[in-house]
Nanobody
Framework: QVQLVESGGGLVQAGGSLRLSCAAS????????MAWFRQAPGKEREFVAT?????YYADSVKGRFTISRDNAKNTVYLEMNSLKPEDTAVYYC???????????????????WGQGTQVTVSS
């Protein structure tokens, strides 16, 4: 079992930055595929970014967001810059011991999820 706890969300003005953290416990996640998803009010949860042996981003955040991991801390990060009001959502961390490269955007591929952290971007 892997437990995931997100932190770092908050209220920020458009153009600002936030760094989200996802601390894992229960297992060492260095070999896990880790991802960030988000869910805005009234919308379905959507893929944001993933990291395993490579990184991959949704087109909507490419060039603005950076996913990284610190294996020594068993933690994954999402650095978010140039934030826009449309980035407002609950951000979720997800993990799985293996996700095929062609499936990293699929919610169903991830067994473990955090409780989410709210990000609100004001205009």
């Amino acid at each position: 079992q892997v437990q995931l706890v997100e932190s770092g969300g908050g209220l920020v003005q458009a153009g600002g930055s936030l760094r989200l953290s996802c601390a894992a416990s229960g297992r060492t996640i260095s070999a896990y595929t880790m991802a960030w998803f988000r869910q805005a009010p009234g919308k379905e949860r959507e893929f944001v970014a993933t990291i395993n042996w490579n990184t991959y981003y949704a087109d909507s955040v490419k060039g603005r967001f950076t996913i990284s991991r610190d294996n020594a801390k068993n933690t994954v990060y999402l650095e978010m810059n140039s934030l826009k009001p449309e980035d407002t959502a609950v951000y979720y961390c997800a993990a799985d011991n293996y996700v095929a490269p062609q499936s990293v955007q699929s919610l169903s591929q991830y067994d473990y999820w955090g409780q989410g952290t709210q990000v609100t971007v004001s205009s």
